[in-house]
């Protein structure tokens, strides 16, 4: 039983570099999300998925870019990287409204 | 909009004893509740959950409390292990959030022997 997986699991890039983080899940949930965690302001919401094709912003969605093409894939881009987004990146996934998120183990990113 | 927030920043408990963790949120909307651990390294992991129309809810060694009206949350550990160790997050979701939950900033419960 995979679950949620996220690679990689540590990245480094240069700014204005365009990077791609990857989610994949086994469940067939229908709701998928990414969240950005920083020391002090906990996890914030970057975007998130009701299902296939169907994607919206959450709190802090400038500098990223989503897609769903497929229930199982949530690939988050950053279209030119900075320094700010150097973060930990968690993907999640949901069966449904009010149920658990369930958390990938995070990609760790630095942005030099 | 949603605001949570955890009273203690650390919270240092002896082996055994029982742990309290609480935490506040701010829209009288909100109407589920989750209480996450996360241990270095690794994301956070669903521990216990809670709807709005019940005020408690009790699983393997840990109490979720739900008081609606002055909107507070906890999560209580029932003879703390060193395995507790970890950063304790509640997240709320509110009513047609369309399941966003909004995170507190966390709570590292040590666990001393």
């Known amino acids: 039983d995979a679950g949620i997986t996220q690679s990689p699991r540590y990245k480094i890039t240069e700014t204005g570099r365009q990077v791609t983080l990857m989610c994949h899940q086994t469940?067939?949930?229908?709701?998928m999300f990414w969240y950005r965690q920083d020391l002090g302001h906990g996890l914030r919401l970057i975007y998130y998925s009701a299902a296939a094709d169907i994607t919206d912003k959450g709190e802090v969605p400038d500098g990223y870019v989503v897609s769903r093409s497929k229930t199982e894939n949530f690939p988050l881009t950053l279209e030119s990287a900075t320094r700010s987004q150097t973060s930990v990146y968690f993907c999640?996934?949901?069966?449904?409204?009010?149920?658990?998120?369930?958390f990938g183990n995070g990609t760790r990113l630095t942005v030099t | 909009g949603e605001s949570v927030g955890l009273h203690l920043p650390t919270l240092s408990v002896q082996e055994g004893d029982n742990s309290i963790i609480n935490c506040a949120y701010s829209?009288?909307?909100?109407?589920?509740f989750i209480w996450y651990k996360q241990e270095s390294g690794k994301g956070p992991q669903f521990i216990i959950d809670?709807?709005?129309?019940?005020d408690k809810r009790q699983g393997q060694r840990v109490t979720v409390l739900l008081n609606k009206t002055v909107k507070h949350l906890s999560l209580q550990i029932a003879a703390t292990q060193p395995g507790d160790s970890a950063v304790y997050f509640c997240a709320v979701i509110l009513t047609g959030g369309g399941n966003k939950l909004t995170f507190g900033t966390g709570t590292q419960l040590k666990v001393e022997l």
């Open positions: 829209n009288s909307a909100s109407d589920y």
């Open positions: 469940w067939s949930h229908s709701y």
């Open positions: 809670i709807r709005s129309n019940m």
């Open positions: 999640a996934s949901s069966v449904g409204p009010n149920s658990p998120l369930h």
